[in-house]
């Protein structure tokens, strides 16, 4: 196959891509996630420990040394405990989108192999990403579920909408991947920017304070960070049992199919002048 060929962008092909190599998705995402903690001693078992180290850190901090309350409304309530959920479940949300933003400029550059020495379908690298970051945080949002379940003695059943509210981020973080990849390639300072601009996401977002705490004239900026809006509904429906704003979810989700298409377009129409810079 002719590296320098033109390749499909259109959605038809990406799920026909996605469909063929699924095996082989699976398979690198299983090696990706394996591999991050070969070596040592607990092995997969770390993926467990970091969340539970990480929420443990939050409660002691926030509800112990700060003592801290979410003032957002009644429903919060007064619990020592409830600050730190809150505070992860933002993190959590942040967390997803930052590891798939961040390691996208380099899927390529890290695969140079398989751009200039064997037929590979690139376009399958930001999907493996996006499933080992997914496996992660699935782990995470079990021990939030676990951990709500031990400090309030019950779960809302509207945590079964948790899949709904994280899939259009899911998407969103594909095409940007897809678009982080490709110019990775060709600026290498795309890598150091990345991880800046998803510092600034964090702290632009209401993962640390309400969107109530900010002035009224400066929500609607703050509501055009990718975050917020998924952020507030993932606590909606894990902390707070409420049902997520469909509307706002469908407006979501159609922007983030349309970035993901963007985004796989670009980098199908781009690959071919990956093997010259590389």
Known sequence: MNPHAERSGSPASLVRTLVVHRAMIFQMARREVVGRYQGSVFGLAWSFFNPIL????YTFVFSVVFKARWTAGPDVGESRTQF????????????????????????????VNYVKKVVFPLEILPVVTALSTLFHT???????????WLFHGYLHWTTLLVPMVFLPLILLGLGLSWLLAS?????????????ILTTVLMFLSPVFYPLSAIPEGLQSLVMLNPLT?????????????????????AAYMLCALLIAWAGYFWFQRTRRGFADVL
């Open 54 to 57: 990480m929420l443990a850190v």
């Open 84 to 111: 730190a959920v809150i505070l992860f479940a933002g993190m959590i949300v942040h967390g997803l989108l930052a590891e798939m933003m961040n390691r996208a400029p380099g899927l390529v550059l890290g695969n």
């Open 138 to 148: 699935a782990i995470s949002l079990t021990v939030l579920v676990v951990a709500f």
């Open 183 to 195: 110019l990775g390639v060709f600026l290498r300072d795309v890598g150091q920017v990345v991880v």
């Open 229 to 249: 809006f998924i952020i507030e509904q993932a606590r909606a429906v894990l902390v707070f049992g409420h049902l997520p704003d469909w509307f706002g979810l």
